[in-house]
């Protein structure tokens, strides 16, 4: 009799547990639903720089999109001067990063008085109007991730960056926006933006400062940069600096050599050498001459000292060799400075040969 109860007991037991594991909880076997449904709509942040992802710096800046007028005024227009705000912070970024930089610029340049410039841009803005652009983007779809600047425009973006956006598809691509401003902030560019684009992945960690502050912002515009995880490799960062380059050139027995810096302008004149060309004058300043082809300006700098500059007008074509002071101007890129023979380039006349000086 006590075998069939304690029997009697443990299957009364059994059950019990059973019907307790049903009534209550999850399984141990099972994740919670709750649980799951985190695990699937976390947001994903950026994870930054990947090996051999392609970055490109695209900006608009009126420093870049102007003829300086003779009598402009650098107190009232200080963004028209270069290094515009937007220009100079994409510089820093470009520089940060490593990445290929990209000036959007109009075929109707803007005017130089600050003024002129906010009426013409209103009137587009009123017209809906799609500025016509001098060039797009080569190779766009090589490119992984965008850094993409502007100014507050009529608390919006300038409408040649919607014709960029139209005419240069972002789909699919990690973006990231810097902007300089006046007191509107960003007001409702990013929302513009994001309309025109809307299948880019555009981050909503914005880069932003006021106009009076952008020429100090490097060091701010460079941690955001770092922060994102698009910083150059440590590695490459502490690399040895190239050996400076030299070109001489050679004129009616005498030699001026200059000291190239390290754009892209630079690049491309370099690997022309030697070059035998004809030198004309051309005002009381310069002496020029036409290369064959014309050099890439996409990483290179504008120009912005005086005499004994050597530089390329990128509109016309042609190099310059500087031998009097001379206005700086959005389209002319310093290829580099004379080390030596300077006070003779004013005598150049002729048949020039220039030459790579070797160490």
């Known amino acids: 009799m006590k075998r069939i109860l304690s029997l009697f007991l443990i299957i009364v037991m059994v059950f019990s547990l059973a019907a307790c594991g049903q009534s209550g909880g999850t399984p141990a076997s099972e994740p919670a639903a709750d649980s799951s449904a985190e695990v699937q709509t976390a947001p994903q942040e950026p994870s930054g720089r990947t090996e051999g992802e392609n970055i490109l710096v695209a900006y608009f800046s009126w420093a870049d999109n102007a003829v300086l007028a003779d009598d402009v005024d650098a107190v009232t227009s200080p963004s028209v001067v270069p290094p515009?705000?937007?220009?100079?912070l994409a510089g820093w970024v470009q520089d940060e990063t490593g990445g290929d930089l990209f000036a959007i610029r109009v075929t109707d340049p803007y005017p130089s008085d600050w003024d002129a410039c906010l009426e013409r841009a209103n009137e587009e803005r009123g017209d809906d109007a799609r500025p016509a652009l001098a060039e797009n983007v080569e190779n766009l779809e090589e490119y992984d991730t965008v850094f993409l600047g502007y100014p507050n425009w009529w608390y919006g973006v300038p409408m040649a960056l919607l014709t960029f956006l139209e005419e240069n598809d972002l789909s699919g691509k990690q973006v990231y926006l810097f902007c300089s401003h006046g007191t509107g902030g960003l007001a409702r560019s990013v929302e513009?933006?994001?309309e025109a684009a809307p299948d880019a992945v555009i981050s909503d960690n914005i880069f932003d400062c006021s106009e009076e502050e952008a020429?100090?912002?490097?060091?701010?515009?460079?941690a955001w940069v770092n922060e994102l995880g698009y910083s150059r490799p440590a590695a490459q960062d502490a690399a040895a600096p190239a050996a400076a380059r030299q070109i001489s050139v050679q004129f009616g027995g005498s030699t001026a050599v200059y000291e190239l810096n390290d754009g892209s302008a630079a690049d491309a004149l370099y690997a022309m050498l030697p070059l035998t060309v004809q030198v004309e004058d051309y005002g009381t300043n310069e002496k020029i001459f036409y290369?064959?082809?014309?050099?890439?300006?996409?990483?290179?700098?504008?120009?912005?000292?005086?005499?004994g500059t050597l530089a390329y007008y990128e509109p016309w074509g042609d190099v310059v060799f500087f031998y009097g002071d001379y206005n700086e101007n959005p389209g002319l890129f310093e290829l580099g400075q004379v080390v030596s023979g300077g006070e003779r380039i004013g005598e150049m006349s002729g048949t020039v040969t220039l030459q790579a000086v070797q160490a």
């Open 291 to 307: 290369p064959d082809a014309a050099l890439d300006t996409s990483a290179a700098p504008l120009a912005q000292a005086g005499a």
């Open 215 to 222: 020429a100090s912002s490097e060091a701010a515009i460079r």
């Open 192 to 194: 513009i933006i994001t």
């Open 84 to 88: 515009g705000n937007v220009q100079q």
